[in-house]
C-alpha cells in the first residue's frame, strides 16, 4: 500500500489548489479516505474524508464552504480541492487510510498560505 501526495505550494491568501493522493495497493473506490494536516506546534487534524459509498464527506468546520474532497476511481486517486485559503490554513497535509487493521499515511505536502 503506498500514499504519494502532489499539488502543495506557496499560494496567497484567497488562492486555491488541488491536492493529489495517488494509492496503489488498493482501490480508493473501495474504501473509506480522509486528508489530514498538521500545522508546526499543533496536532495533526482531519480535515476532510470521503466514505467508502457514494460519495459521502464530512469537512472540519474550519474548511466547510471551502474545501472538497472528491475521487477519480480509474486514477485511483483522491484529491482535496482548497479554495479561499487563509494563513491559518499552512501545514503539511497529508492523505490517510486505514486498511486491514493498519494505518496507512503519505509523505505529505507542504502548504503555504503566505502574501
Known amino acids: 500500500v503506498q500514499l504519494v501526495e502532489s499539488g502543495g505550494g506557496l499560494v496567497q491568501p484567497g488562492g486555491s489548489l488541488r491536492l493529489s493522493c495517488v494509492a496503489s495497493g488498493f482501490s480508493v473506490s473501495s474504501y473509506a479516505m480522509s486528508w489530514h494536516r498538521q500545522a508546526p506546534g499543533k496536532e495533526r487534524e482531519l480535515v476532510a474524508a470521503i466514505g467508502s459509498r457514494g460519495n459521502i464527506t464530512n469537512y472540519a468546520d474550519s474548511v466547510k464552504g471551502r474545501f472538497f474532497i472528491s475521487r477519480d476511481n480509474p486514477k485511483n486517486t483522491v484529491y482535496l480541492q482548497m479554495n479561499s485559503l487563509k494563513s491559518e490554513d499552512t501545514a503539511v497535509y497529508y492523505c490517510?487510510?486505514?486498511?486491514?487493521?493498519?494505518?496507512?499515511w503519505g509523505q505529505g505536502t507542504q502548504v503555504t498560505v503566505s502574501s
Open positions: 490517510y487510510i486505514r486498511l486491514w487493521g493498519t494505518n496507512y
